[in-house]
């Protein structure tokens, strides 16, 4: 956390007084795509720019829409941009120049599927073991909001029936949705597994992450990733408002 703060600090210095800036500037639009660690760094940033004048605001998206938004320059600054699992939706955005990367804000993050520690000490370590347990777990998945990166690459996963999983399904919800869900499993004991990532205080529940085995899976598939990293991206031409994963290594 320490190292977060110091960044804010340091971009809070490096900001001209608000009266300084044009009017079009004091105004900074933050997208906000509902994961805990994205919350809490989107509202440390907001309450760094208020206390030196700035009128922060925060909407809520999605992924996709939160990229398009930038594009359209009706937000200016999004400071969740996993990479590289999010490289889908914001390629063609850095391709045509509407949209800038200013740098990472968290590196060494893990992003991959997980289930909590007395399933994995049932026997459930790997992703063709998720099959032996189809019944205990209703052939399901538990994943966070339609349309996010990390629920696509485990619907491909389920479409081409890999390790088996074909008669799987994927539970799209939110974080919120996915992690009561998973709440309710632990306290009752149940086989669950669920996207997972850390930084996140869901590893209280003392998780594990599943591994893979498949080497023609690699860059499809989630796997123990200890070099994920989070961006802060900004629409171009918007300088002064600059406030886990799934994949291979």
Same mark, same amino acid.
């Given at each position: ?6 960044? &804010? ?5 490096a900001?001209?007084?608000? *009266?300084? !800036? #044009?009017?079009?500037c004091?105004?900074?639009? @933050?997208?906000?795509?509902? $994961? ?37 320059? !009706? ?6 941009? $996993?990479m #590289? ?10 391709? !045509? ?12 993050? +893990? ?14 370590? %790997?992703? +063709?073991?998720?099959?032996? @347990? ?10 966070? %909001? ?6 696509r690459?485990? =619907? +491909? ?5 890999? &390790?088996?999983?074909?008669? @799987? ?9 996915m992690?009561?869900?998973? %709440? ?12 997972? $990532? ?6 209280? $529940?003392?998780?594990?992450? =599943?591994?893979r ?9 989630? +796997?123990?990733?200890?070099? *994920? ?5 900004? #629409?171009?031409?918007? %300088?002064?408002? !600059?406030?886990?994963? =799934?994949?291979?290594?």
């Amino acid at each position: 956390m320490s190292g977060i703060i110091a960044l &804010f600090a340091g971009v809070a210095s490096a900001l001209p007084a608000p *009266a300084s !800036d #044009p009017p079009s500037c004091q105004s900074v639009r @933050f997208a906000d795509v509902g $994961w805990t660690d994205v919350t809490a760094t989107t509202a440390l940033a907001s309450q760094v720019l208020r206390s030196i004048g700035y009128s922060p605001s925060i909407t809520v998206l999605s992924v996709p829409v939160t990229f398009a938004s930038l594009q359209n320059k !009706d937000i200016d600054v999004f400071l969740g941009n $996993w990479m #590289p699992t999010q490289k889908a939706d914001i390629g063609r955005y850095l391709d !045509d120049g509407s949209v800038t990367v200013l740098g990472a804000n968290l590196v060494g993050a +893990k992003y991959t599927l997980a289930v909590p520690a007395y399933t994995f000490a049932a026997g459930l370590h %790997e992703f +063709k073991d998720i099959q032996r @347990f189809a019944p205990a777990l209703n052939n399901s998945i538990y994943g966070i %909001e339609p349309g996010n990166d990390g629920n696509r690459l485990v =619907l +491909k996963m389920l479409q081409e029936n890999l &390790f088996n999983l074909g008669s @799987f399904k994927l539970i799209e919800s939110s974080e919120q949705g996915m992690l009561a869900q998973v %709440e309710r499993a632990v306290r009752s004991r149940q086989p669950v597994v669920f996207l997972a $990532w850390e930084p996140h205080p869901m590893n209280i $529940w003392r998780r594990h992450d =599943l591994h893979r085995d498949a080497p023609r899976l690699r860059g499809r598939l989630p +796997k123990r990733r200890p070099a *994920a990293q989070q961006y802060e991206v900004h #629409p171009a031409g918007r %300088e002064r408002n !600059d406030g886990g994963n =799934l994949g291979s290594t």
